[in-house]
């Protein structure tokens, strides 16, 4: 079946523009995970979906981040007032739940660029 | 909290040779440990992972890891290397909502 997608792949824009990136997680997966990979900081953690519960947003770097995930699906990471030290790939995986619920797929990125 | 230490940035093999890349974890409780594979411009693929079951994990592409409660390690290796296992490769521990701690990631390049 179809993977975790993500769009766009690439984003390039000015500094204090706002974005927003979606992820359109597997089908039946209940659980959607946002990650940022960035060369000074690595891999880290931004935010948790699960199901209908309230997210875990512990990872996000500031108030300029936020997400939402509509019907239980389709999430979408928006970035307010986009600085330099925001570029980097921003990554989505998604987890279903349950007995075999451990292991999260990953989407292929979107690329920011924040000029 | 939790966290996973890669003793290795970078790791330079020939290629028949074996791979050995390092990772040690830390963990309140019984870990779920993961490594991911990051070929370059490309997404992460899960290589193997160990929940709690057998000690030594297969995973795909020739690659096994050992779980070792006691030194808190979980080494990933393979017996002969080939020209395309050159890529990133993360070790990562999961909490207990699945939140992955990754490590800083281990480059591997193949010498022909």
């Known amino acids: 079946g179809a993977g975790v997608s993500q769009s766009p792949s690439n984003k390039v824009t000015e500094k204090g523009k706002d974005v927003e990136l979606r992820c359109d997680p597997i089908s039946g997966h209940t659980a959607l995970y946002w990650y940022r990979q960035s060369l000074g900081q690595g891999l880290e953690f931004l935010i948790y979906f699960q199901g209908n519960s309230a997210p875990d947003k512990s990872g996000l770097p500031s108030d300029r981040f936020s997400a939402e995930r509509t019907g239980g699906s389709v999430s979408t990471l928006t970035i307010q007032r986009t600085q330099q030290e925001d570029s980097a790939v921003y990554l989505c995986?998604?987890?279903?739940?349950?007995?075999?619920?451990?292991?999260?797929?990953f989407g292929p990125g979107t690329r920011l660029t924040v000029l | 909290a939790q966290s996973v230490t890669q003793l290795d940035s970078h790791v330079s093999v020939s290629e028949g040779t074996p791979v050995l890349l390092r990772c040690n974890y830390s963990s309140s409780y019984s870990p779920s440990l993961f490594w991911y594979v990051q070929h370059p411009n490309k997404g992460l693929q899960l290589l193997l992972k160990y929940t709690s079951a057998a000690t030594l994990v297969k995973g795909i592409n020739g690659f096994e890891a050992e779980f070792k409660k006691s030194e808190t390690s979980f080494h990933l290796t393979k017996p002969s290397a080939h020209m395309s296992d050159a890529a990133e490769y993360f070790c990562?521990?999961?909490?207990?909502?699945?939140?992955?701690?990754f490590g800083a990631g281990t480059t591997v390049t193949v010498r022909a």
């Open positions: 995986a998604s987890r279903q739940t349950g007995v075999q619920g451990d292991t999260q797929y």
């Open positions: 990562v521990v999961s909490d207990r909502d699945y939140k992955l701690s």
